[in-house]
């Protein structure tokens, strides 16, 4: 397991936690990229808050965030600000492994990017459900790089128009992840829609697996990591918080 406690930082209403041996350029990029969007936004108030692809064309003279946002967003249907987290997470872990760093985790809002040198323990969430309670996540260096992103229509600030604990979708595209996993969790209404999703989120190119929690019911599609107990009595102070934010 990756030694050392994660740092945190905390830009405007963004929240990280980060492993990273190049911490400084990290920040910085994270910094860097951040005030290009919003820039990009303040020009293009729309892109904020489209809730369906936009037409524009992907251009090299738009933000690197912007250019895959706009990729994913054709893949998913959804508005492109739906991956703006897991677009983060991974261009801050990017620039980690073009520094040199040998373990990267950027982990913003609950979407993790991961490429690391060893194993690793990824814990899994599930709110207030009784029946899920301290999963979590084997990542085997062979699946590395690897981006998890999850959705909940019960926990969190971001919109959501489904009903479930958790959707957690995988993917080396944490834009893609990022945008699938809410696709996922606003599409699950109800028990029975739990296998349709599934089918839907692994038919979407990129995705590698996906897992859905709502009440007791636990459904799997594709190559999950495996899954164990989460024996850490530091469960609870673990648990990325996000309260505040509005950006996504």
Known sequence: ?????????????????????????????????????????EKNEYFKTALTPLSLKISEYQPESVRR???????????????????????AGEKSREEGSSNTIIENGGDIYMDCMEDLLIGLYVGKNPYFQNLALEIPLSLQPLAICTSSGRMGHSL?????????????????ADSAATLG??????????????????????VTGAIIIRDKHFGTVGQIPGLIKNNDPRLKDKISRDDQSNFK
């Open 1 to 41: 397991m990756v030694k050392g406690e994660p740092r945190e930082f905390h830009y405007k209403d963004a929240h990280f936690h980060i492993v990273t041996e190049a911490w400084d350029p990290v920040v910085n990029r994270i910094i860097e990229e951040r005030l290009n969007l919003e820039t990009f936004i």
């Open 185 to 206: 969790c606003n599409s699950v209404h109800a028990d029975e829609d739990i296998e349709e999703v599934l089918n839907k989120l692994i038919a979407i190119e990129g």
């Open 160 to 176: 959501s128009f489904g009903d479930c604990d958790i959707v957690s979708v995988f993917s080396s595209d944490a834009s893609l």
């Open 69 to 91: 946002m706009l990729t994913v967003s054709a893949k998913t249907g959804l508005g492109p600000m739906a991956a703006v987290a897991g677009t983060m997470a991974q261009l």
